[in-house]
């Protein structure tokens, strides 16, 4: 239950980071008077930006995004960490450990079985998270009253040479 709750959490901080960094544009206000450009006498280009604001909060959300993808990074070390095998005692066993050791070219020899432990239940635990966000974007998305289409009118000009 602990590595389900570790990977609906890993979920949540991958997900909320992302969503912050690649909305932070969003953030930015920019005030813009049209005013000027349709007066009797334009002077080009015409200036329509009067002042731009938000980009200290845009920059605060990327901030809070890369902690959260520290953070999510941070959880993943922990959880590897914790499926670690216990330290060899024996001073045989040391010997044969460091004679007989994993080589680490081979595949074979790596630890699956530590990777399955530590990461195994985590991502059932990402699947479960991830199925419950999308089953309930869809519940809000069917209680939502349909948008009446907007009207869209097509124009189109020809111009010929009269002869």
């Known amino acids: ?14 997900a909320f980071g992302l969503l912050l960094i690649t909305t932070a544009r969003e953030r930015i206000v920019i005030g813009e008077d049209l005013s000027h450009c349709y007066a009797t006498t334009v002077v080009l ?8 604001t938000g980009g200290l909060n845009a920059a605060f959300s990327v901030l809070c995004g890369v902690l959260l993808l520290i953070a999510a990074a941070w959880l993943l070390w922990e959880l590897w960490n914790t499926a670690e095998p216990r330290p ?15 080589n680490w070219r081979n ?13 195994g239940f985590t991502l059932v635990g990402v699947i479960l998270m991830s199925g419950v966000v999308v089953l309930l974007s869809m519940l809000l998305a069917s209680w939502q009253p349909p948008r009446t289409p907007s009207p869209n009118v097509e124009t189109s000009q020809r111009y010929r040479v009269s002869p």
């Open 107 to 119: 595949p074979r020899t790596w630890p699956w079985t530590r990777l399955m432990w530590a990461y």
């Open 1 to 14: 239950m602990w590595e389900l709750w570790m990977g609906m959490l890993l979920c949540g901080l991958v």
């Open 45 to 52: 280009p015409c200036e329509r930006l009067v002042y731009r």
């Open 88 to 102: 060899i005692t024996d001073d045989f066993l040391k010997l044969l450990n460091d004679s007989f050791g994993r």
